[in-house]
Structure formats: C-alpha cells, structure tokens
C-alpha cells in the first residue's frame, strides 16, 4: 500500500514532495523518503502515482513490496 | 560520482551583450559607429531596429545587454530550484541542467533564506553585482514557492539589484502575473524547436497537471506553453530572451524557423548556444554519441538568423561558478557556512558611488573606440578577419596568454570590431595534461583567429603560435580591447594591401566539451 524511493538512484531534487497529494514525502540525510502509513499510491487523487510520474530518474519511485497494495476505501 | 565537483553555491557570470544590441546601443549613442562601412547610419539601418520604443529603453543601458556595461558588472545565480518538470535528452537530472549550467557538475542548493543572505553578502563585497539569477538546477518555475520567496527577501534589503530567471516556459504562463508583480526585469526561455516531432527527439516526456506525457503529445504541450507565455510576457512589457540549443542533425536547420516564431512574438534577443554533450555526463544525447555543432556551424547559424532579429553570442554556458568579475574567482569568501553567520550591512550609497565611477569608465571606452574607429573611416576592404583576447574584464587586453581560461572573439571589419564569442580552455589546462598537450588544445579552440591579442606572452608558445598561422600579439596589454582590436585591424589590412603578409581563409574550430568549472 505504498510506494518507496530508492535511495541511493534520489538526486534529493524534491520534485516529489511538492506533488504528492497526501504529503507523505519528506527529505531525509541524502535522499527523499516516503512514508508509507501517508501513501496511498495516489489512488483517491490522481490516474497515476505522482511521485513516480514526476521522478526524472527512472526506476526510483517503485512499489513497496513489504505492503499490500493500498485499497480505497469505498 | 567520480568527476563530481561540489561547486559553490554563489554563481557569478559576467554579462556579455549580444553583438548586434551592441551595435544598436553604439549606433543609437554615437551614430557614426557604423562608419567605415561608408554609410554612416543615426539610428536607423542597423539602430533599433522594430523593437518597441520603451524595451529599447529599457535595454540601451541594461548590464546585461549594453556594450559599454558588460565588462563592469556581473551576476550571480543562486541554486533554490532543484526541481524539474520535464526531461531533456541533454541533461543528467543527477547534475545540473546541461546547459543552462555545467554538466556533471552539482550545485550546493539553497533555501530561499540562504540564498537571499548570500547575494546580500556577495552584493555589499562586490558592487559589480547588480543582476541575480534564478535558473536551476530544475526549472525556477517548478519550484515557483522557493524562487518566489527568494525573490521576496532580496527585492526587500535589495531593490537596486535586478532579478531575473531561466525556465523552460512549462509553467509560464500560470506565472507570469506573479513575476510580473515581483517586477522581475527579465525572463530568458529556453526554446529548442517550435515542431513536436522535433521535440519528441529532444524531450523524452514533460510533466504537466499531474500527468507525465511522452513523445509528440509532450512536446506539443511544451512548446505552445512556451509561445503562450513569451506572448504574455511580451504584452505586459517583460523583457524576454529566448535559448536555444543548437544540436546537429536533430533541430539544427529548424532553428531558423524557431528564431521566426520568437520574434514574432516578441523576444528582444536570440541566444543559440551549442549542444555540450560528451558520454561521461551521462546524457542521452552524451550516450547515444550525438555531437555538439563545431565553431563555424554555429557561427553560419547564428549569422543565418541575425538578418531576422538580434543574436546573441556572449554565451559561455557555464561560466556561472565564479564569485567576482571574468577571471578572477572568490568563491571561497561566500560559502555557506561562512556567510551564514555573518552580519551584513548592505549599503546602498557605496554601491551607488563604485557604480557611477564605472560609468565614467564606460564612457572613456566608448571614446577611445569611436576614435579609432574614425581611422578606419574611408578604408574599403572585404578582409574580416578573428582575433582571440585574453581578458579578465574591465573591456581590456589584461590576461597573460598561459593564464587565460577563455579568450572572447571579436570579428574585425572595416565596420569595426564586432565580438562574436567566447572559447573556453579550462579543462584543457589542468591537470593530466603536459604543456604542450595544453597549447594543442588551444590552439584548435582558437584556430580560426588570425591573431591573439594577450597582455602578456612566453617566447614558447609564441613561436608554436607562429606556426600555427595564429599571431600572438602582447603591443596592446591592457590597453581597451575594441580600440586594440580595430588598431590591429588597420595595420593588418595595410600589411595585406604592402604584400607583406598574405589573407588566407582560417580553419574551423573546436568548441570545448564540458564545464567550466573553478580551478
Ligand atoms: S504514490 Fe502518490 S501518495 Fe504515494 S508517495 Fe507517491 S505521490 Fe505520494
Ligand atoms: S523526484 Fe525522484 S529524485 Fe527527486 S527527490 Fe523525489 S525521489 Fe528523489
């Protein structure tokens, strides 16, 4: 249920945190971390994860396995 | 992250004017800097041209765009953007922007209060500093809060200092109000094509309400955001220049069409700038092997479009690391944490004074020029020759030829010196090359100059010089550059007309592929 940065591929350029809808991306030492209690993998807010649409570096913003994926609620 | 450098954060560029504003500025003061071309104009012909009469106000004695200020005042960019809301195929988003900045290289970055500190500290140390930049690393425009607020806590302590910003023009027109009431005094928009399906070969994919889209659909959204907002900038009287990156092969013939559409739209000034791509910056472009243009490609284009608006040619990329005027480097005065907890005093009445004794300077300039220029008056040749200068500012012959990091290039003509451009030979000079390997270099960054105009000399490198059909000449040191420049000129064509010499057509030139970074 929530998407994850890749640590060492964050350039910290911040590009995620001002879009996420939920406020859930912080910085932290050398990268951008989601927190994964805040993610909702955009769903509720936007067709594709923001985070991962705005990332210029491919493959950085990936789904975290270790959750579920995030159900809305209905 | 071999090759990275940690630059400073306080960037200061000096200003370079674009060569045909130059000659409008000159043409408008003096009226018979066109002489020697035997038609003598006042302000028509090659004056202001069809810009409207208030941005000719404006830019007549602007820093940035006026002959006779560009050697007195710098400028300085400070890296509170970060962001970026699309993708170039000639950045590595891991450094700064390619080329509004310095491949691989990466900016300290900046809170907006940081920032502000800063220029204030370079501003009260250094009065040549009288224009802030906002341009990346991202796009100032992605990151409107941080850049905005930047130039809140400046306009506040600061109001002589003029602002101005870089962006790629995505969020353009969502802004301009806002830069409009900041009374930011000039925008420069990076422009690379006006065609999508030239875009899609230079933007992998823009971000834009909330969506990422790719190829022709991004690119197509992207350029009619950028022409939606130079038109909007232009009817509420914002000064904007557009870049443009030269790439060959890709929009190198189309961007005639793109110095078209621009004006027509109001931009006052074109700059195209040559694509640097080498593959350790880890570009697309640097990976797939696309080349940047050589001297003369660049020069045939920007020669191309001159007839149809004002080019500029000042543009070295990447001189923006320094602290201080062209040569000289005080970066190390303004790290961050030594301004930090400094108190300045920024004082507007000193600033004020060191600002008028430049323009006493300028205009000692501006004379000893137009002098010599009356001794070419009647001479009637078809003779244009280059020459390289080493130069640390101030518009004199001041830099010893094995110290220079650049050299300016001016156009010689019985219409006088014209500059046309800047070599760099930075990288060259530093380590893991020897000596000679060193003079190689630049020599083929200047092999299209007849001569190189230095205020100083070894015996060396003059004698290989020689060989290379390039005259080293060290009889003006420190002397006025343009002055020198037509000097060399007249007796260059007096030695042609005697047979002592012979004109022959010069080779083409190499233009150096990286950064320029502080040694
Ligand atoms: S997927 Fe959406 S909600 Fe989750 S971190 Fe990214 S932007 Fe925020
Ligand atoms: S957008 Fe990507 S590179 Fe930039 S801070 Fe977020 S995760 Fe890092």
Not at chain 2, 354 to 376: D, G, I, N
Request: charged content about 25%; overall charge negative; proline content about 5%.
């Amino acid at each position: 249920m929530a998407y994850t940065i890749v640590a060492e591929n964050c350039t910290s350029c911040a590009a995620c945190e001002a879009e996420c809808p939920n406020v859930a991306i912080s910085a932290k030492d050398f990268a951008f971390v989601i927190n994964p209690k805040k993610c909702t993998e955009c769903i509720g807010y936007f067709d594709d994860p923001q985070c991962v649409a705005v990332c210029p570096i491919d493959a950085t913003c990936i789904i975290d396995t270790v959750y579920p994926r995030y159900q809305a609620r209905a | 992250m071999q090759g990275v450098a940690q630059q400073p954060v306080v960037q200061l560029t000096v200003l370079q004017p674009s060569s045909e504003t130059m000659q409008k500025i000159a043409g408008h003061k003096g009226c018979a800097t066109q002489g020697g071309s035997g038609k003598a104009s006042c302000g028509s012909g090659a004056g202001q041209g069809d810009l409207a009469p208030e941005i000719w106000e404006k830019i007549k004695n602007h820093p940035c765009y006026s002959e006779e200020a560009h050697h007195h005042y710098a400028r300085m960019h400070v890296a509170v953007a970060p962001a970026c809301n699309i993708q170039c195929n000639y950045c590595n988003r891991k450094y700064d922007c390619a080329n509004e900045s310095r491949p691989g290289v990466v900016s300290e970055k900046l809170t907006p209060e940081q920032a502000a500190k800063k220029v204030l500290a370079v501003a009260s140390t250094i009065p040549q500093m009288t224009v802030l930049g906002i341009a990346g690393p991202g796009d100032p425009l992605a990151n409107p809060a941080k850049t905005f607020k930047t130039f809140e806590l400046i306009a506040k302590t600061a109001p002589d200092i003029k602002l101005c910003l870089s962006t790629n023009g995505l969020m353009l027109p969502d802004r301009v109000d806002t830069i409009k009431n900041f009374n930011v005094d000039h925008v420069t928009i990076t422009i690379n094509m006006t065609d999508p399906e030239i875009g899609a070969k230079i933007y992998p994919w823009v971000y834009y309400k909330h969506k990422r889209y790719t190829g022709v659909e991004g690119a197509k959204i992207l350029s009619e955001r950028q022409l939606q907002g130079l038109e909007m900038l232009t009817e509420r009287g914002i000064l904007c220049k557009v870049n443009s990156v030269m790439i060959p092969g890709v929009n190198d013939k189309h961007l005639v069409e793109v110095n078209r559409a621009v004006k027509s739209r109001g931009a006052f000034l074109h700059n195209i700038m040559p694509l640097i791509s080498a593959p350790e910056h880890g570009t697309v472009f640097g990976l797939t092997g696309q080349r940047g243009p050589s001297a003369q490609e660049l020069k045939a284009l920007q020669d191309g479009c001159e007839g149809e608006m004002n080019m500029m040619r000042h543009c070295r990329q990447c001189r923006a690391d320094a602290v201080g005027l062209l040569g000289e480097d005080r970066s190390a005065e303004f790290t961050t944490d030594k301004i930090m907890d400094r108190e300045v005093d920024y004082d507007l009445e000193t600033r004020k004074a060191y600002q008028e004794k430049v323009e006493e300077e300028r205009q000692a300039k501006v004379a000893a020029k137009q002098a010599e220029l009356e001794t070419l008056a009647g001479e009637r040749s078809d003779i244009k020759v280059l020459v390289a200068v080493a130069t640390k500012g101030s518009g004199r012959i001041n830099e010893h030829f094995g110290h220079a990091k650049e050299f300016q290039v001016y156009e010689l003509s019985t219409a006088g010196a014209k500059f046309v451009g800047h070599r760099r030979v930075d990288l060259y000079c530093q380590g893991g090359y020897g000596e000679e390997d060193s003079l190689d270099t630049v020599i083929r960054a200047i092999n299209d100059c007849a001569a190189v105009l230095v205020a100083k000399i070894g015996g060396c490198p003059k004698e290989t010089l020689r060989k290379a059909g390039i005259e080293p000449v060290d009889k003006y040191a420190l002397e006025f550059i343009e002055q020198s420049a037509i000097a060399y000129f007249r007796e260059y064509v007096e030695k042609v007309k005697t047979g002592e010499i012979q004109h022959v057509e010069p080779g083409d030139a190499a233009i150096r592929q990286g950064a320029l970074v502080a040694a």
